[in-house]
C-alpha cells in the first residue's frame, strides 16, 4: 500500500545511535575538548583532573569511567595518526610512502585546526611535562608498527628490513614535525606558520623520495 499523502517517510541509511549511546560521545567529546582547552591554556602539570571534570560539568569518578588517566585526555585523540594510516593504504598508484603521507600533513597544515591541535597539538598540549614525554616515545613506537604492516599490506609478505626502514623514515617526518627545532624555524620565519610549514614538508619528502630512489632493494 502507498504511504499516505504527507506521511514521512523513513529515512535510509545508517540507523542512529540510541540516546544513551549518543550521551555517552557527548560527555567522552566534552572532556577532551575541555581538557584540550586547559592544557593549552595553562600547561598540562598546572591543570588537575577535578578542573577538567568541573568543566565538563561532570565528576571525578565520571572521568575515570571514560579515561583511565589524566594522560589518556592528551593521547585519546588519535585523529591525525588514524589520518596518516589512511592515506598511506589508500594512496593512488605512483604516489609514494613519502607523498602520501605528505599530502596528509599538508591537509593538516590547510585546516582549521593548525592553531591548536593537529600537527601541533601533541607539542603544545605536552609542553615541558616530564610525564607526558616519556610517553611519546611509546606512541611513536606503535605507529611505527602500525606503518610496517600497512606497508607490507600489498605485497601480502611478510616486512623486510627495508619497510620498517620506511617506516622510521615515515615515522619522522611527522614527529620531527612537532620538534623544537621545526617550532623554532617557524618562529624565525618572516612568512605565516602555514607557509613555513609546508615548505619545510615539501623539502622533507623530497628528500625521502630521494633517498628511497638512492637505496638498494
Do not use: C
Not at 601541533?120 to 609542553?127: F, H, L
Amino acid at each position: 500500500m502507498p504511504a499516505s499523502p504527507g506521511k514521512p517517510r523513513p529515512s535510509p541509511g545508517k540507523p542512529r545511535p540510541p540516546l544513551r549511546e549518543r550521551k555517552k560521545a557527548a560527555t567522552r567529546a566534552a572532556l577532551l575538548a575541555h581538557a584540550e582547552r586547559l592544557f593549552l591554556e595553562r600547561g598540562y602539570d598546572n591543570v588537575t583532573v577535578a578542573e577538567i571534570a568541573d568543566a565538563a560539568e561532570v565528576s571525578v569518578k565520571t572521568l575515570f569511567v571514560y579515561f583511565r588517566s589524566k594522560e589518556d585526555l592528551v593521547f585519546a585523540d588519535t585523529t591525525l595518526l588514524d589520518a596518516l594510516v589512511d592515506g598511506l593504504r589508500h594512496r593512488s598508484a605512483g604516489t609514494s610512502p613519502a607523498q602520501a603521507v605528505g599530502h596528509v600533513l599538508r591537509q593538516a597544515i590547510d585546516g582549521p585546526e593548525t592553531d591548536a591541535t593537529g600537527i601541533e597539538g601533541y607539542q603544545r598540549r605536552i609542553g615541558n611535562s616530564e610525564a607526558l614525554r616519556s610517553r611519546l616515545p611509546r606512541m611513536w613506537a606503535d605507529y611505527e608498527d602500525t606503518l610496517v604492516k600497512v606497508l607490507a599490506e600489498p605485497t601480502g609478505a611478510p616486512p623486510t628490513p627495508a619497510t620498517r626502514l620506511t617506516a622510521i623514515a615515515l615515522v619522522g617526518v611527522a614527529r620531527s614535525f612537532t620538534s623544537p627545532e621545526v617550532r623554532q624555524l617557524v618562529a624565525d620565519s618572516p612568512d605565516t606558520e602555514a607557509a613555513t610549514l609546508r615548505r619545510w614538508l615539501d623539502a622533507a619528502i623530497a628528500q625521502l623520495d630521494a633517498t628511497a630512489r638512492a637505496s638498494p632493494g
